[in-house]
Structure formats: structure tokens, C-alpha cells
């Protein structure tokens, strides 16, 4: 009686095995996720480029204002936070990145000598050379990610002026 409940089983168990129906839908119950997570995860990484070129393209504004001789800084920052669309600028939060939903733009005027000296802007170097004039504009932004977790996006633009 064992042996013909085993034989019974046996021969279930390679009916089983042989048959094909439904191999299809198994196969794509296996692959589905992992196409989905696939897509989610260009998608997140495409939404993060497209930000950080919009970054890019704000601080080419800002470099673009600064060329026609527009040394104010709060303006070189406003310029850029308008090419963003923002009003004003985000502020950085304890873990290092700027808060969600907002930009955060930095813009520094600085001078140095040939030599690679920082110096005033205003009086002559040692040397009696002009001193080089830079324009450092920096910005970063929160990417709150579908399946990456929050990562910050910099760029910055240097621009010489003098």
C-alpha cells in the first residue's frame, strides 16, 4: 500500500515537472519586479540630472550677470534663484544637505595676486599688478529619491571677472 501511494506520488510529482502550462506567467511573475524596480531607478536617476542641470543652467545666469559688470552679490544670487524659479534661498539642515524643496545658492567675491595670494580687491598688489577678481558661485539641492536615499546635488561656476 506504501509503495502504490509512493508510485501515485511519484508520478504526480513528474506530470508536474513535464507540464509546461503556465510557465509563461511564473517567468513573468519572477522578472516583473525587477524590470519595475529597474525602471524606477532610471527614472529617479534622470529626475536627479535633470535637476543638477538646472542648477547648472542658474548658475550660468548668475556667471552671465556678473559679466556685465555687476559686482553686487545679492543680485548674482537673486539672478539665479529667479532662473530656478525661487524667491529666496533654502537653508542647509543638520545632515549637511539644503532643506527639501528649495535651493541653496552661495556667491563669493574674492581677488589674489599673480603670485596666488589672496588680496583686496581695492589697492594693487606687492608686485604692483592689478589683482585678479573671482566670482565663485556654488548652489545644491535636496534630491529626495524613489528608491535612492536623499542625496545633495552641487555644482558650482567660477567666474574671473578682472
Known sequence: MLVRIMKKASDVLLQLVRDCRGLASVEAAFFAPIFVLGALAVFDLGLAGTKRMELDQALRAGAQLSMINVNDETQIKNAALAALGEQSAGSVMEDGICQPDAS?????????????????????????????AYLTIAASRRHEGLLFPDMNLNTQIMVQTR
Not at 541653496?104 to 580687491?121: K, M, S
Open 104 to 132: 541653496c545658492v552661495t556667491v563669493n567675491y574674492a581677488c589674489e595676486c599673480a603670485d596666488g595670494t589672496t588680496h583686496a580687491c581695492d589697492s594693487l598688489c606687492t608686485a604692483g599688478d592689478i589683482p585678479s
